[in-house]
């Protein structure tokens, strides 16, 4: 059996909503279905998601969302009229919803009501049965998948019967509405495909699959026939867009294919997310860059003569709500590049401050606008020159580069660049590796 999850662009409107449904009709083995919230019909449209964020604002604001909410319940009931159904007892659900964002349940109840809605509407349309994911996925604080989800979805799931169910959400230990972080129906998609013990999770999006590059940047990039999860994780965490980058957790272990495949191209292959590859003659799957990092560099004479200095720093960075994700180590220096978005400029000075006194610090600085780039690819250890091409490339394009990670994964380079350098790094890169 197949498990198939649909993102906000499948389901934006009806026209989508049918091309979904003739997907799921021509594989009888397409027996579990997941959906995203209505997306973008436009360039310029607005997802249902963000809509529903906007109306918890409101109302943390002490208004009503009653006004904003009716661009919500207008995406569904057009949907509803256009796929030739009855409207009117989904209006007494859509009232229902905006009451409860109304009495205050908060932004993850907000936020999960685009998916609860979506689902319900299609598994009427299709005439499916509706499985909601609160309360069976458990949802741990740090946003990974509690164990007892699995237990609590095998109870439930029967064998022969079809079922529609919403991405994004589930509930948290006390039972609370949480959801995954942005894009996260993939992770939903992910946890049935294993619980369902699925031959293959279809992951249906408007792309022909994972490029090898940006195609906004690079016109001719290509998709990527088959990639191993390990790449496709190391992609997605340098910010190549498509698929969710903790999506891979709930299938690695059991092994189940994801095949990343278009909607409006049903008929190409996609890509194909497995275990292993070949790598004769493609030790690289793609280059990607992510913007919005920060760096930290403390310097202090004889650092690391004190032992357990290294994780005395990295608790107080925790204390002020900083946790890096690339470090380097020097003689008497240490660098970390965490996310901008972590902490703000009086909490960053506070914790300087506080770091360099109490660590007796010679010197401590934060510096904004920093990018990482990941040449990502099974075969990166043993490729003979690898490292000197990319070098080249960029210094030919004049990029200075600051910092160098080799060795600390075998399935990706990172480099780190300038945010404004970022985009032009990718295309260098592409353009020496690939092209
Ligand atoms: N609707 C949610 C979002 O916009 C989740 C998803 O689409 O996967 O992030």
Known sequence: MIVCKFGGSSVADAKQIQKVKSIVDADPQREIVIVSAPGKRTRDDEKVTDMLYACNALVQ?????RELFKKVAVRYTNILAELGMDAKPFVAILEEVRQMIDAGHGAEYAASRGEYLAARMVST?????????DPLIVIKD????HEETYN????????????IVPGFYGCDSEGKVKTFSR????ITGAILARAAEAQTYENWTDVSGVFSVDPRLVEQAKVIKTMTYREVRELAGVGAGVFHEEAIAPVIASKIPINVKNTNAPLDAGTMIVTSREIDGHPLAGVSAKAGYSRLSLRKLMLFK??????????????FGVRPSFSLF????????????????SVLNAMCQRIKSEFALDSIAIDHG??????????????????????TALAHDSITLNFFNYGSSDTSILLGVSADQAQAAVKSLYNALFA
Request: aromatic fraction near 10%; charge should be positive.
């Open 330 to 345: 020097g003689v008497d220096s240490i660098v970390w590049f965490f996310e901008t978005t972590q902490a703000s400029e």
């Open 306 to 319: 004190k032992s357990g200095i290294r994780h005395a720093l990295l608790t107080m960075l925790h204390i």
């Open 152 to 163: 609590n979805l095998k109870k439930v799931l029967k064998k022969g019967t079809k079922y």
């Open 142 to 145: 740090d946003g990974t998948v």
């Open 370 to 391: 920093h990018a990482v780039v990941g040449i990502v690819g099974a075969g990166v250890m043993g490729e003979p020159g690898l490292i000197a091409k990319s070098t």
């Open 61 to 65: 604001q002490g208004q009503s969302c």
């Open 183 to 186: 894009g996260g129906s993939d």
């Open 125 to 133: 349309y299709f005439g499916w049965t509706f499985l909601d994911t």
